[in-house]
């Protein structure tokens, strides 16, 4: 065989080797992604709030792929960075919020997004302001809790603010 001809069967034996192994990803995990309701503080208007985006996962394997938390916030209200994890992105109108967390939760553990929110300064004491968030992993095996909503209320100003 002459060099040529043995460089060739090297090089397709390689290709063949990389096609059959299929990509460098793992197939997705058996678990259960579950939101948990946790509504931000009551603050006045033109006041600063906190979402805290709680995510369970109830197994029974640890996520082998990302999960992504999106946040939709109400009318009069505003999310405001630094968020946490830091590269959470918030749409045009900081109405939205999406953050994603790397593969590796392990069952029985949880991940939380924290979303500061800025209320409108019209906004009348008495109003409940209603958003929601949720959860989506190609791990998830339950959707039916992988959404919830939280309210907001909104308080009379003290004399402190």
């Not at 060739?8 to 299929?22: D, E, P």
């Amino acid at each position: 065989m002459n060099l040529m001809t043995w460089c060739k069967a090297a090089v397709t034996a390689s290709a063949a080797v990389v096609l059959s192994a299929g990509p460098a990803w793992a197939a997705p995990s058996n678990s259960d992604l579950d939101v948990v309701r946790i509504d931000p503080d009551a603050t006045f208007p033109g006041g600063e709030t906190s979402l805290h985006a709680f995510v369970a996962n109830l197994g029974p394997e640890t996520t082998n792929s990302t999960m992504t938390i999106t946040v939709e916030l109400p009318r009069g209200t505003e999310a405001k960075a630094p968020y946490f994890p830091d590269d959470c992105e918030a749409s045009g109108n900081g109405r939205r919020v999406r953050c994603e967390f790397p593969a590796g939760l392990k069952a029985r553990r949880t991940a939380t997004a924290i979303v500061p929110i800025h209320l409108d300064q019209n906004l009348r004491p008495g109003t409940v302001l209603e958003g929601s968030f949720a959860v989506h992993s190609p791990d998830d095996r339950n959707p039916l809790n992988n959404r919830t909503t939280f309210e907001i209320r909104v308080i009379e100003p003290d004399s402190s603010h």
